[in-house]
């Protein structure tokens, strides 16, 4: 429960973003703002000040109040700010990727099982293969890819900074992961007695998937949302490091870590800030997780009565 | 096995080479170059001809004659810098699969010892933290620690500035160059192994054969190690054979990225920087067979400890 309502905090918060920016930090978190200044107990400040080595400037540290609560990066602009923002595109892309990979894991898992034969060893096969491709090769090929061009597919076109492109990425190279147990699982309830029964009493195939397997299925689906969604947080967070996610000026938490990384010895605050909330979010996601899987596991259940 | 490294090639060559709207030549050429110059680059590397072509042509080169070079440093050769890279990345992974090993094994059985303790509880939310930190950023964080904030204190003066100390030049640097980085890497590892181990024990201690174990009055302590552990660390070893080949075929590269070992992460990481498309092939393709093989020996390993697999043959 505890998880949950952190959860929904942090989303509360993301979501008061825009509000954010333009009553407490009242500053653009996108455009640099390199000569501004602020007034911190009464004093102004330059937001870039110069180094005590003398050499090169350093943005403000974190005033712990209003405006520049975490410092400033590079380009002067609010880490604050950018956090919040950042949590959104994080949110989003992590949460769009748990819903693409389910959905299709569910799909290829249901069909695959479901009918059986030819179709059922090729998708088993070519769950297989992507089984066996490292899953952050995949994801950082794909990405490097369609960053550097954008994609051109006949009438769709995505450009390069598109948010689609990571939330598409993440969706797909963890399907293997869920599609393969689904298929099992599939298999399995095809076998059970009630499912027998229902044949046996005539029922239509199109009942028996819709009555039966789905379901069941969906439970399963949603026990791993949570868990999909922490795994793709960290995904997420990856790629954005590595730059090929989330693409400037538009934040995202790895992309911030990536900001601090230059100044890591000075202004520390502008990277650890990132990665603190990426461990909070993805922990109160994997408790929810393990509530989540209590709450439908028949068996959990009974080892607690017990 | 041969199949799955032969599709994968495949689905790497065509996410670069036929990726609507990305031209390889053109990323040779640079932005905004004439027709003529992209028309010479194509021709001059090979592009112009049928991608079947390409591939078979990409593939001789890898395997059969191996003098496959760098698109964008010209003459420089692609095997044996990947090569040249393999120990630092084993050396990394090694030393912090022995750490996770020692940690998980420890924790998994306090945590099962002492379930629905206080420690349990403890242990078991430390390992959730471990599993939730992004590496890259728990790298950084060491760094900041070691290098800067507490570099002039007693406990880490010690550590070397950032870098790889190859083992043959100075194993004392060598060891002490990759502290941080083993350290670093296992603390995911720990937490999801430990978690996993916990489970399995104590769904373990409930079965009929610990209690046989225990009727047969043997001590606590032999049915904790000999039996139940025995049985749990069944699914620790097939979980480690994936997570092992995952991270030595590349897997590391944010590690590598964030401490700067020079090892295959990294290369692949430089690859993907300025597109040298034979670089991440070669990258990706000796990922792909270490994990394609590790799984393998995962699979034959697993015969040898469990003895129901040896009886289904």
């Known amino acids: 429960m505890l998880a949950l309502l952190v959860l929904v905090a942090i989303i509360a918060a993301c979501l008061a973003a825009p509000w954010y920016a333009r009553n407490i930090s009242q500053s653009d978190p996108f455009s640099s703002n390199l000569d501004g200044s602020v007034t911190v107990a009464g004093q102004s400040v330059d937001i870039m000040q110069s180094s005590d080595t003398g050499f090169g400037v350093t943005p403000i540290g974190p005033t712990w109040t209003g405006q520049y609560f975490l410092g400033a990066d590079d380009q002067g602009r609010d880490v604050a700010a950018r956090l919040l923002y950042g949590g959104r595109s994080s949110l989003l892309i992590a949460g769009c990727a748990t819903f693409i990979c389910l959905t299709l894991a569910g799909l290829i898992g249901i069909v695959a099982a479901f009918s059986g034969g030819f179709v059922d060893s090729i998708l088993a096969r070519l769950l297989d293969i992507l089984w066996a491709f490292p899953v952050y090769l995949l994801a950082i090929s794909l990405s490097a890819v369609l960053i550097s061009h954008g994609l051109k597919l006949g009438p769709v076109t995505v450009s390069s900074d598109s948010l689609l492109i990571p939330i598409t990425i993440i969706g797909i190279v963890y399907v293997p992961y869920v599609a393969r147990p689904i298929r099992g699982q599939v298999l399995s309830l095809a076998r059970t007695d009630f499912v027998l029964a229902a044949k046996c009493l005539g029922v239509p195939r199109s009942r028996i998937l819709r009555k039966d397997i789905l379901p069941n299925v969906i439970t399963t689906l949603i026990v791993f949302a949570p868990l999909m969604m922490a795994l793709n947080m960290l995904t997420e967070a990856a790629l954005s490091f590595l730059s090929i996610g989330v693409q400037p000026p538009a934040a995202s938490w790895g992309t911030i870590i990536l900001d601090g990384e230059g100044l890591l010895y000075t202004r520390p605050a502008v990277a650890i800030a990132p990665g603190v909330a990426i461990m909070v979010t993805v922990v109160a996601l994997n408790f929810l997780g393990d509530g989540v899987r209590e709450a439908f596991d028949p068996r959990a259940r009974l080892r607690v009565q017990k | ?313």
């Open chain 2, 1 to 313: 096995m041969v199949f799955v490294l032969v599709s994968i090639s495949i689905l790497v060559f065509l996410i670069f080479f036929a990726t609507p709207g990305a031209d390889p030549a053109a990323r040779i050429a640079g932005r905004g170059a004439s027709p003529a110059t992209l028309a010479a680059v194509r021709h001059s590397f090979g592009l112009d001809q049928p991608l079947p072509v390409q591939y078979a042509l990409m593939m001789k080169h890898l395997f059969i004659t191996q003098d496959l070079t760098s698109f964008v440093n010209p003459g420089q050769l692609v095997i044996p810098a990947v090569l040249q890279a393999v120990p630092v990345t084993l050396s990394l992974v090694f030393g912090a699969a022995i750490i996770w090993l020692i940690f998980a094994i420890l924790f998994g059985v306090i945590a099962a010892a002492l379930r629905n303790t206080v420690i349990d509880r403890a242990l078991m939310f430390l390992a959730l933290v471990g599993v939730s930190m992004p590496v890259f950023w728990l790298g950084e964080v060491a760094n900041l620690i070691t290098q800067a904030r507490f570099h002039n204190t007693l406990l880490f003066s010690w550590v070397p500035a950032l870098g790889y100390v190859p083992l043959t030049q100075n194993p004392f640097l060598w060891f002490k160059s990759l502290v941080i980085p083993w350290t670093v890497l296992a603390v995911t590892y720990i937490g999801l192994y430990s978690r996993v181990l916990r489970a399995n024990l104590v769904e373990a201690l409930n079965e009929d054969y610990i209690r046989t174990a225990r009727a047969k009055g043997l001590s606590e302590r032999q049915v904790v190690f000999r039996h139940a552990l025995r049985m749990s660390l069944i699914t620790l070893v097939s979980m480690f054979g994936l997570d092992f080949g995952f991270l030595v075929g590349g897997g590391a590269l944010l590690i590598e990225v964030v401490c700067s070992l020079p090892g295959v992460g990294m290369l692949t990481y430089q690859a993907l920087q300025n597109l040298d498309l034979p670089f991440i092939m070669a990258t990706v393709m000796y990922g792909a067979i270490f994990i394609v093989s590790t799984n393998t020996a995962v699979d034959m390993l697993y015969v040898l400890i469990d003895p129901r697999a040896r009886d289904a043959r």
